[in-house]
């Protein structure tokens, strides 16, 4: 099976330094070996990547088309001013999960709205590093459902 993309966005690779009381102390290595278990424990391979580039963000999504068999995102800020992340998601057609550790409704206004939501499959937010896992799970699950149909 091809891999899920584990995709994340600006800032993420300063985890564990920046603002811990709002995402915690694991670093983005913690989670991706987190993710890394999860998934095999799942029977799913992951490629994880993160980037503070939108537009190297759009082309993974464009690669995943091919080259994935779904999408965890966390976009970070882009979550809430990237047309061209919605854009490049909803040509992967893909299964595809919005992820953030932190509540991003608990958190200033202009973080209610994500350009992201309209394009995946579902929102997971609030669980800090086990929001990865949980996007995870989600994905297997609708993967396990299309091989179903």
Not at 51 to 60: K, Y
Not at 86 to 98: F, I, Q, R, S, T
């Given at each position: 099976?091809?891999p899920?993309?584990?995709l994340?966005?600006?800032n993420?690779n ?13 670093t983005?290595?913690?989670?991706e070996?987190?993710?890394?278990a999860h ?10 990547r993160?980037s503070n580039?939108e ?5 993974w ?9 779904g ?5 970070g800020?882009?979550?809430?001013t ?7 998601l909803?040509?992967a057609e893909?299964p ?6 932190s509540?991003?409704?608990q958190r200033e206004?202009?973080?209610h709205?994500?350009?992201i939501a ?5 929102v997971i937010c ?8 949980l996007?995870i ?11 179903k149909a």
């Amino acid at each position: 099976m091809k891999p899920v993309y584990v995709l994340n966005g600006p800032n993420l690779n300063m985890l564990g330094l920046r603002e811990p009381a709002i995402y915690g102390a694991a670093t983005l290595a913690d989670i991706e070996a987190r993710c890394r278990a999860h998934a095999e424990g799942l029977g799913l391979s992951i490629t994880f990547r993160q980037s503070n580039i939108e537009g190297e963000l759009v082309s993974w999504i464009q690669e995943a088309r091919e080259k994935a068999c779904g999408i965890a995102l966390n976009a970070g800020a882009y979550t809430h001013t990237s047309i061209a992340l919605h854009d490049a998601l909803k040509a992967a057609e893909l299964p595809a999960v919005e992820l953030h550790l932190s509540n991003v409704h608990q958190r200033e206004d202009f973080r209610h709205h994500s350009f992201i939501a309209p394009a995946v499959n579902g929102v997971i937010c609030g669980f800090g590093p086990e929001s990865y896992v949980l996007a995870i799970s989600a994905l297997h699950s609708l993967l396990t459902a299309n091989k179903k149909a």
